[in-house]
């Protein structure tokens, strides 16, 4: 939920306060109707995310290792891989093949982060990774 801006936090009163000139009391009604539903499958929402993330996550570990590109070890909805050059002309090369990469993470600078979508994405990703880095 994180790209809608919603989480939950606690703690004492005293840090509470502190933290409440950052508040911006703003919530879009889309948020608000993601949320309520996220709340009525909570039990299996991450469970069935960190499986579905997990796996297609994995598949793309397994296709970058056959080809011999260096990747770090995750376990979240992201990988960071070596493309072994300058991340940034990367990252412009596979927008213009219609896939959007994360942004620059310096010092890693030959590193090219790349969050992990729906099956289908992770294809299209692999044959633009493949036209750009790979060639």
Do not use: H
């Amino acid at each position: 939920m994180a790209g809608l801006r919603v989480g939950f936090g606690c703690a004492r009163p005293d840090l509470i306060a502190k933290m409440e000139p950052f508040r911006n009391n703003v919530i879009s009604i889309v948020t608000a109707r993601a949320t309520i539903a996220a709340l009525g499958v909570r039990d299996t929402m991450i469970p069935d995310r960190r499986a579905r993330i997990g796996g297609v996550r994995d598949s793309v570990c397994e296709w970058l290792d056959k080809k011999n590109v260096k990747v770090v070890k995750s376990y979240t909805n992201f990988i960071f891989i070596d493309v072994g050059r300058d991340v940034r002309s990367v990252q412009q090369a596979m927008f213009a093949k219609g896939v959007a990469v994360g942004r620059p993470f310096p010092p890693l600078n030959k590193m090219l982060r790349v969050s992990i979508g729906p099956a289908a994405d992770m294809e299209k990703f692999k044959k633009a990774f493949a036209q750009v880095v790979l060639a």
